[in-house]
Structures are given as structure tokens and as C-alpha cells.
């Protein structure tokens, strides 16, 4: 089944130009329905056991442990994903379990949560970087370099966590005159070049200066230890999507901001945008080309309100205010008739 998993992947990155984070997320939906049925039918699954009824179950396991519910929808679309696959390309089940799978759904009523990074966070972040050693020896003293460097990535550049990930050294131009970054693995295949702010780029010299590794990958680091073990010599790996996670969740603690909840790589993101957006003369034709999207109504989405701001902006407004009602006369306020008095008034035929 791994074989196969693997390989539906592959095609549909090859083929339909899925990101390597989509890939990433399908295939870790999968694994974990294989786990699970490897545990209940006591041997690896074929692909003629992934019926209708294993997926409900599952999906209603994942339920009672507390799983969102687009979380669930989102592995319920890998399955099915994976169900047509198997029967159009590979033929190994046949069209009614396949339609069987496919006409489960998760009902998705949850709006979505999103975190906006303010930029009082951002500067408690790049504080509580130093403090991100855990003191486990000298082999950790890369951490706070990593985690700095990750920041100033995130924070003035805007990629997307797959994109920071899939960096290379090679597409850093650190020059003094125009530093840039290219991104050769966008969302869609789709690749694009932004310049790159000055701290951001004394931040990225340091973390290679002071990188414990070489590696061709710009964020790549050692591993010293193997299922709990520890091992003699480390093994080099690239920083995956969960350790970067974990580095974000591990710097919000330390920083005391994780009372909403940790921030993510998006949530930088749309504070790089909204940063962009302040700087005067910049449009929207600028936070397109910024965030790469090729709609500019979808850039609109990305770009938050400052709450201090829009108080400020309330506060200076000037408004017309209504004319002052002249006095009038008393003697003819007491020739007008009240209101008590025209209601009982009898009219005359």
C-alpha cells in the first residue's frame, strides 16, 4: 500500500501540479487510515479493503478524539482522491466501491480561525529567540540562529511555509545592491523573485555563518537521535513543515503570546502583506505581485486591519454637525396647539 501511495502522489504532482505541502498533507491522511486498518485487520490492507464502511469508521473515531472538522473533510477528499485514482490508473477496485467512498461527506459547519500576527507579537518573537536553547548541550546552539532566520523569512518576504522549506542557498542573492529570493517551488508550480528586506538579510547571513551543517537546502539541520536512540554520527535533513511548526508553537510559548493559540506560518503571511500595504505608494498591483496570486481579489482576502489603527482613524474624523434648532417665539409657541389638544379636536363636518 505504501508503494502505492507513494506513487499517486508522484502523479498527481507530476500531472495536476500539486504543491509538495498538498502531497504532503494527502499522503499523511492516508498513512494514517492504513495504520489504523493495519491494527484492525492484523495485516497490511489491500486496496480492495478500503470500502465505504473502514472509512466511516475511521472517520467517526477521529470525531470522538476531537478532530476539526476540516481536518476530517480534508482526509475524507484524500480517500476519495485516492479511491478514483486507484480505479481509473491502477484498476485494483472496482466503480461501486469507488463511488461508494465518494459519496461520504463531512458536514462543515465551523467557520475557520484566523489569527492575525500583530506587530507587537512579531517583535516578542524575534525576543524569545535566543531563549529557544534548551540546553542540551552544545549542539543546540543553532536553534536560535534557525528560529531568527526562519522569522525574518516569514515576516518580510511572506512565503508560504512549503515555499520557506523547499529553499535552496542557491536562490539567495545576498548582494548589497539588490538582494533577492527566488521561488521555484510556488503554489501551482508557479515560481517568482521578491527582493529582500536588509534585515532580513543580516539575519539569513548569520544563519549561514553559523549553520552546523552544509547542505544545498538553506534550512537544513542535524539530527541527533533516532527513535529515542542517539546516534554516532548525525544525519543532515531539510527542515520539514512540522519542525517549523513546532519552532513557531515553541517561540509563542516562550514569548507568552500563545494564549489565543500559537501562530502560524500563514499568519505571518498576511502580516507581511498588511506591512507592505502601510508603506506609502504601494497598491494592490504591488501585494499581487508580493503574495503571488494571480487574482488580485484573492490578495484583498490576506490583508488584515489594524484595531489601533482604525480607532485612531475613527477618533480624527470630521463630521458636519447638525444645525441647532432656532428658539421660537413664545408667543406663538402658546398659540400652537399641543399634541394632546389637535387629537381630541373635534372637526367639523
Known amino acids: 500500500?505504501?508503494?502505492?501511495?507513494?506513487?499517486?502522489?508522484a502523479d498527481k504532482c507530476n500531472k495536476m501540479g500539486w504543491s509538495s505541502a498538498s502531497g504532503h498533507a494527502y499522503v499523511s491522511h492516508l498513512r494514517g487510515l492504513v495504520k489504523w486498518l493495519t491494527g484492525k485487520l492484523g495485516r497490511v490492507p489491500e486496496p480492495v479493503d478500503l470500502t465505504?464502511?473502514?472509512?466511516?469508521?475511521?472517520d467517526t473515531l477521529r470525531k470522538r478524539t476531537g478532530r476539526a472538522q476540516r481536518t476530517r473533510a480534508a482526509a475524507v477528499a484524500a480517500f476519495q482522491s485516492f479511491a478514483k485514482w486507484l480505479y481509473k490508473e491502477r484498476k485494483a477496485?472496482?466503480?461501486?466501491?469507488?463511488?461508494?467512498?465518494?459519496?461520504i461527506k463531512v458536514k462543515v459547519t465551523e467557520k475557520p480561525r484566523k489569527r492575525w500576527a500583530t506587530r507587537e507579537e512579531v517583535q516578542a518573537l524575534f525576543d524569545a529567540c535566543p531563549r529557544l536553547?534548551?540546553?542540551?548541550?552544545?549542539?543546540?546552539?543553532?536553534?536560535?540562529?534557525?528560529?531568527?532566520?526562519?522569522?525574518?523569512?516569514?515576516?518580510?518576504?511572506?512565503?508560504?511555509?512549503?515555499?520557506?522549506?523547499?529553499?535552496?542557498?542557491?536562490?539567495?542573492?545576498?548582494?548589497?545592491?539588490?538582494p533577492m529570493i527566488t521561488v521555484r517551488q510556488g503554489k501551482g508550480g508557479k515560481s517568482r523573485s521578491l527582493p529582500l528586506h536588509p534585515n532580513a538579510v543580516k539575519h539569513v547571513r548569520s544563519?549561514?555563518?553559523?549553520?552546523?551543517?552544509?547542505?544545498?537546502?538553506?534550512f537544513a539541520v542535524p539530527v541527533f537521535s533516532q527513535g529515542g536512540a542517539p546516534i554516532v554520527r548525525p544525519i543532515v535533513r531539510p527542515m520539514s513543515e512540522q519542525r517549523m511548526k513546532g519552532i513557531l508553537v515553541a517561540l509563542c510559548r516562550i514569548a507568552g503570546i500563545d494564549q489565543k493559540g500559537p501562530l502560524s506560518a500563514h499568519a505571518f503571511r498576511r502580516f507581511a502583506g498588511t506591512s507592505l500595504m502601510k508603506v506609502k505608494g504601494c497598491t494592490i498591483k504591488h501585494i499581487q505581485t508580493f503574495y503571488g496570486h494571480s487574482d488580485a481579489a484573492t490578495s484583498y482576502n490576506y490583508l488584515g486591519?489594524?484595531?489601533?489603527?482604525?480607532?485612531?482613524?475613527?477618533?480624527?474624523?470630521?463630521?458636519?454637525?447638525?444645525?441647532k434648532q432656532q428658539p421660537i417665539d413664545p408667543r406663538i409657541?402658546?398659540?400652537l396647539p399641543t399634541h394632546r389638544q389637535a387629537a381630541f379636536r373635534r372637526i367639523p363636518r
Open 1 to 9: 500500500m505504501d508503494e502505492l501511495i507513494e506513487a499517486f502522489r
Open 52 to 58: 465505504a464502511d473502514y472509512v466511516r469508521t475511521y
Open 93 to 103: 477496485i472496482g466503480l461501486e466501491q469507488c463511488a461508494e467512498i465518494g459519496e
Open 133 to 178: 536553547i534548551d540546553g542540551r548541550g552544545d549542539n543546540q546552539l543553532y536553534r536560535a540562529h534557525l528560529a531568527t532566520a526562519v522569522l525574518a523569512v516569514l515576516a518580510y518576504t511572506g512565503l508560504r511555509r512549503a515555499e520557506v522549506c523547499a529553499l535552496h542557498v542557491t536562490d539567495l542573492d545576498l548582494s548589497d545592491k539588490l
Open 207 to 218: 544563519w549561514i555563518d553559523q549553520r552546523p551543517c552544509e547542505h544545498e537546502r538553506l
Open 305 to 323: 486591519i489594524d484595531q489601533q489603527e482604525l480607532h485612531a482613524l475613527i477618533a480624527s474624523m470630521e463630521v458636519e454637525h447638525e444645525p
Open 333 to 335: 409657541q402658546r398659540a
